[in-house]
């Protein structure tokens, strides 16, 4: 099957600090990427939609400033997050779907950020 | 987003069949039903989905109500690897741009 990367896998920052993750798709290629975000013992909550050359959809309540995304190509979607504090540590999760699918989404294995 | 509804855990003994119940009774004609799991510490993987028949691959079958008000992911033989968080979705026929919905899930316990 498809498959998606990220990285790094996992990292630990500083407060204030800024923190790009990766989400990078194989063997095929995404016009679309969604980017999640999973606390301890709860389930995955949608981030935003980021689409290939343009700008990413952000969920309520998702600051755009602060989830920097960009998708600059097929198989490469990026999000940043900027200044982070500690209520920003998470399980960051991307997932891409393959161009004219509309089924099977795939997962990569998740970021865990911890900021202290 | 139709909403679905799964018991919080469940468990199961090493190489017996396991039935993990959905209910979602107002699924839309046009929602696919989607089965995700999710391993500790992992992103979500697919398992199977279907729209109105009873569906197989290696991985699970996946059992439809004739009036599709309900499914049951089945696992033929639940190994320790099984034991996740498995998620039941609907998502609408329509093209990749849809973001999956994950509502709470039925952690899955599988003991030897």
């Known amino acids: 099957g498809a498959v998606v990367s990220q990285h790094p896998s996992w990292v630990i920052c500083k407060s204030g600090t800024s923190v790009k993750i990766e989400c990078r798709s194989l063997?095929?290629?995404?016009?679309?990427m969604f980017w999640y975000r999973q606390f301890p013992k709860q389930s995955l909550m949608l981030m935003a939609t980021?689409?290939?050359?343009?700008?990413?959809?952000?969920e309520q309540g998702v600051e755009k400033d602060k989830f920097l995304i960009n998708h600059a190509s097929l198989t490469l979607s990026t999000l940043t997050v900027t200044s982070a504090h500690p209520e920003d540590s998470s399980f960051y999760i991307c997932?891409?779907?393959?161009?004219?699918?509309?089924?099977?989404?795939?997962f990569g294995p998740g970021t865990r950020l911890t900021v202290l | 987003d139709a909403k679905t509804t799964q018991p919080n855990s469940m468990e199961s003994n090493e190489e017996e069949p396991v039935h993990l119940p959905c209910n979602h009774s107002t699924i839309s004609g046009t929602d696919y039903i989607h089965w995700y799991r999710q391993l500790p510490s992992q992103g979500p993987e697919y398992v199977i989905h279907?729209?109105?028949s009873n569906v197989n691959n290696r991985m699970a079958s996946l059992a439809i109500a004739e009036d599709r008000k309900s499914s049951t992911l089945i696992l033929h033989r639940a190994t320790l690897r099984d034991a996740a968080v498995y998620y039941c979705?609907?998502?609408?026929?329509?093209?990749?741009?849809?973001?999956?919905?994950f509502g709470k899930g039925t952690s899955l316990l599988v003991t030897p």
């Open positions: 063997d095929f290629q995404a016009t679309t």
């Open positions: 997932s891409a779907s393959l161009v004219g699918s509309s089924h099977e989404q795939f």
């Open positions: 980021s689409n290939e050359g343009s700008k990413a959809t952000y």
């Open positions: 979705i609907l998502r609408p026929l329509s093209n990749s741009g849809y973001a999956l919905n």
């Open positions: 279907g729209l109105t």
